[in-house]
């Protein structure tokens, strides 16, 4: 798995202080999109003010019309009202599941605390079926916190 060799960058990149919070979650996404082979379309997610919605803020992959998800539609709704991570391997088994693209196959969103609250997540799209472990998940909810940190 990359997910040790991505560890260092992903501190490089969080720690530059000449770049801003959007450049570093971009450069981020980026990194994660384009080193690990089944990760297609990774973004960031943020609450957007005091609406019941969360709003795209920095993404690696093809565009994506959703930018703005209100709470409790799709996975990543889902996971901004349960606060719990949400795997799922395989997206035409959820009737709840806003497609961003037909090749999508897979996704896992991670919450993303600030304090103890829930200010976003990181969501992550596969064209892969069933491609999340455990691993994943670990390494995923350590970049949360990481970027938690410059936040």
Known sequence: MPFQKLRPQIEDILQNKEKSVDDKLSEVCEL??????????????????????????SYAGEPTEHEIIPFGKGICGQVAVSNKKFVVPDVKAQNNYIACSIHV???IVIPLFV?????????IDSHTEDPFSHEDEIFLEWVNKKVAEIL
């Open 105 to 107: 196959k897979a996704e």
């Open 32 to 57: 994660l999109q384009t080193g690990i082979p089944y990760y297609d379309w990774v973004g960031f997610y943020f609450r957007n003010g005091d609406k019941e919605e969360l709003k795209l803020r």
């Open 115 to 123: 304090n103890g609250e829930n200010i976003g997540q990181i969501d």
